[in-house]
């Protein structure tokens, strides 16, 4: 008989878990609790070791003709322009795509549901909300509100993969330890092509700034353009047309109007789950941590955990591994959270807005010197595309 996982949540983390089990010949339940998948514009990087774990499914291939190939990075200074570019051709040896993806994670969900759809072993219930979660030695219990009905389900294991306001993290009365940025980021999307004004533009910079820092991220069809907002600011303030327009003449000056096609404002959290393991059932991506959008490294982190995790049930229920491997994933999968990806992401927004003049000069000078030397860029570049954290997980017993 096969074992049956159920997950939690149609997002990347959850749709690359059921592929990944799916094609090791388990049984795979999907809850998603919209009635489609989202296709909101969320993350737009995968970095080097995502796109080397996509690649055994297809799904690199068919993303990179989706996307836009990054070979640089920039470091940049509002006023100044260009502090240091880095070369991730840097990273060749390491992985085989020596590059930042950018495209938007919802082609990956797309790709990823059309694989899925030819395998009868796997189940996508759409409007499918899990509630609650009770599980005993053997098995796992979920409650789901399915189309409108009151349904319970029965499976061998269950992967939380439904995001920042998991069920699941709650039904297990799991804490979500961490804090909440006072200021809100807002993403403005726009056709306008910054690489014809600003010069030497990269696909990714990171504009620091002591009054208003911003990201410049371009997609294939979009540039998108980062923003903090004040706390004081209302929601309504911050999205009306004249202060939108103001905030990106303020970047650059333009005689006509800006046209933007989409804003976002949300809030920022450091957050990472007190477990991520709780006998059968497991939590993986956004439900397990999340952190600011400074460095790329939500969705790729979800991406790593999923992989690390379905591994080990392959393991387990394949190879009869000792069941006790499991543990390990919460030992490897909550340090990375913890020392990697949300120390990293908050060190890459208090760069970004540092207001001290001295600590700025100081830490440009820094970056200058380790973006003048291969070495010490390679080793960057190792860092800053989860290379190292992957490594750092490896070495966890
Ligand atoms: C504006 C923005 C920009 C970002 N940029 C980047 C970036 O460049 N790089 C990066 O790596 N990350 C980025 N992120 C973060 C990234 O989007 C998330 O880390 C990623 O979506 C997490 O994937 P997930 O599958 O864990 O969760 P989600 O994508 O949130 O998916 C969870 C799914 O679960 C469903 N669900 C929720 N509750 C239930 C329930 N009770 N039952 C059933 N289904 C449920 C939801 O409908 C959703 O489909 C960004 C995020 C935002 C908001």
Known sequence: MKYHVFISGAGPVGLVSALKLSQAGFKVTVFESSGELNRDLRASTFHPPTLDMLAPFGLTDDLIPMGLIARYTQQRDRQEGVIAEFDMALLKGDTDYPFRLQCEQWKLTQLIKKQLDQNPDVQILFNAKVESVTQNADRVTVDALVAGDQQQY??????????????????????????????????ISTTFPYENHLPHLSY??????????CVLLKVPSLWRVLFPTKPEESDEEVLQDESVESRLQHLLHQEIP????????????????????????????????INNPLGGMGMNGGVHDAINLCDKLIEVVNLQKDAS?????????????IEYINANTARNK???????????????????????????????????SMLDALERAESIE
């Open 325 to 337: 491997i499991l543990e390990r994933y919460e030992r490897q999968r909550r340090t990375i959270a």
């Open 350 to 384: 208090k760069l970004l807005e540092e207001h001290d003049l001295t600590v700025r000069a100081k830490s440009q000078q820094e970056l200058k010197a380790i973006a003048s030397n291969p070495i010490a860029a390679k080793e960057y570049l190792r860092k800053t």
């Open 258 to 289: 800006y046209k933007s096609e989409h804003r976002t404002l949300y809030k920022v959290h450091q957050r990472v789950a007190k477990q991520f393991k709780s006998g059968r059932v497991f939590l993986a991506g956004d439900s397990a941590h």
């Open 154 to 187: 029965h499976a061998d294991y269950l992967i939380g993969a439904d995001g920042a306001w998991s069920s699941v993290r709650a039904s297990l009365g799991i804490e979500f330890e961490g804090f909440t940025y006072p200021e809100r980021f807002l993403v």
């Open 204 to 213: 990714v910079n990171y504009c620091s700034d002591p009054v208003e820092w």
